[in-house]
């Protein structure tokens, strides 16, 4: 274990430590994190909306209440890729040490620039902008966009491209007219953009990203079994002591998609395109990174002090999937007898998923529904999905509490042994 552990910290921590400060890597955590109010904070009306009583379902569409309802998540999660470009340009601006809300607007105007603007109606053009660019399909064409675009504003402002403006100007209006060189520059740069692409076979820039990036990342990233080897992953970089936050990063547009599409399928009743992984995502990461509630609850059964006292400090928080008192307390990191639990923990979860989704408990799956992490994975799979997801939450939680048993029972009689040799020699 010791040569282990000195191979993570020479060879593996420091070009994680260099990946999680990456700028590039701190903007799309940043402009992706910022989102997070527009999906949480619609997950009341979306339960409202979507609440599985046929009574309740009639009496909102009689009433046209329903529609009102629907407004909120299409001008919402419906219109991610909008958000997520402003978001991302505005933290990668301010992370370089540029102005945010330039570089929010000019990535902006730039992925409506470059966005297909002709809708046929009745083989009459239309002029109109349609949800298939400002969704879940556009993402990563968003990313692209807002850190290219930000990146070229940032150059050409530290180059000092700007209006000079007088003093006798106030700081207000000579800040927001200082940048019009620059994006002359950028929308002409953006306008060839355009061009070039509409004489290819995809017509424009975001069924490029889509086809020829988009598509394969998404066809293996959104996989079922992608998010379980991610996340054993993240078990055992969090094993030796690394944050997670730096693989959830990078993966974070992968779930942010995946959800988003999934929305956008839902709304418009059409199958999911990613049920299975986001139906799975509900039976890994129990507690928290390793399935730590399974532990939490192995402790609840200890003889020795230190087990017993850390059992009842840990129970709560590992409920609502707060781990960072087992990792850290019992400690989990770096203790060779929870090694085995805390990487296996993540497929032992996924097989009682896996079968679950076989037996149709998520069927009724809502994926407009976006609850916090820290709801309890049981309560979220009812009120997300219903009772018979639930019931299996709690199947795959009691699967990865037979799978720490052992390993807490070894290391419970190792503590149990300490604590009567330390009163023997007192």
Not at 93 to 117: E, N, R, Y
Request: proline share 6%; glycine share 8%.
């Amino acid at each position: 274990m010791s040569n282990i552990m000195e191979t993570m910290e020479k060879k593996v921590m420091p070009p994680m430590t260099k990946l999680n400060n990456n700028k590039v890597i701190k903007a799309l955590t940043m402009g992706m994190m910022a989102t997070m109010p527009l999906t949480l904070g619609t997950c009341l009306v979306a339960i409202a909306a979507n609440f599985p009583m046929k009574a309740w379902s009639d009496l909102l569409a009689k009433t046209g209440i329903g529609v009102q309802m629907n407004a909120v998540i299409n001008g919402t999660t419906q219109l991610m890729a909008l958000y997520i470009v402003i978001a991302i340009a505005f933290n990668y601006a301010k992370i370089k040490g540029h102005d945010g809300m330039t570089a929010a607007m000019l990535s902006l105007g730039s992925f409506i620039v470059l966005m297909p603007q002709q809708v046929m109606v009745d083989k009459t053009p239309i002029l109109a902008l349609t949800k298939d660019y400002l969704g879940s399909t556009a993402i990563f064409g968003g990313m692209v966009i807002a850190l290219l675009v930000t990146a070229l504003y940032c150059q050409l402002d530290k180059k000092g491209i700007v209006i000079k403006m007088p003093d006798s100007v106030p700081e207000m209006v000579s800040k927001s007219l200082s940048p019009t060189f620059i994006a002359m520059i950028i929308f002409l740069i953006v306008l060839i953009v355009r061009i070039g692409f509409a004489a290819t076979p995809y017509g424009n820039i975001f069924d490029f990203i889509t086809k020829t990036v988009g598509l394969p990342i998404m066809k293996f990233g959104a996989s079922p079994w992608s998010v379980v080897v991610v996340f054993m992953i993240i078990n055992f970089l969090w094993f030796f002591g690394i944050h997670p936050n730096t693989i959830l990063s990078v993966y974070m547009p992968v779930l942010i998609t995946a959800g988003t599409a999934n929305i956008t399928a839902f709304q418009s009743g059409k199958p999911l395109p990613y049920f299975a992984f986001s139906a799975l995502a509900a039976y890994i990461g129990l507690g928290g990174a390793g399935s730590t509630l399974g532990l939490a609850i192995c402790m609840l059964t200890g003889r020795s002090e230190r087990y017993k006292t850390m059992g009842k400090l840990s129970i709560v928080p590992s409920i609502f999937n707060i781990n960072e008192p087992l990792i850290f307390g019992v400690p989990i990191m770096f203790n060779p007898v929870y090694f085995i639990p805390m990487i296996l923990s993540t497929p032992v979860g996924a097989a009682v998923g896996l079968v679950f989704i076989k037996l149709g408990a998520h069927a009724k799956m809502n994926p407009t529904i976006q609850l916090p992490w820290t709801m309890p994975q049981p309560v979220a799979a009812a009120i997300s999905t219903g009772l018979f997801a639930a019931l299996g939450v709690c199947c795959a939680v009691a699967a990865v509490t037979l799978l720490y048993f052992p390993f807490f029972k070894y290391a419970d009689r190792q503590a149990l042994k300490e604590e009567q040799e330390e009163v023997v020699a007192v």
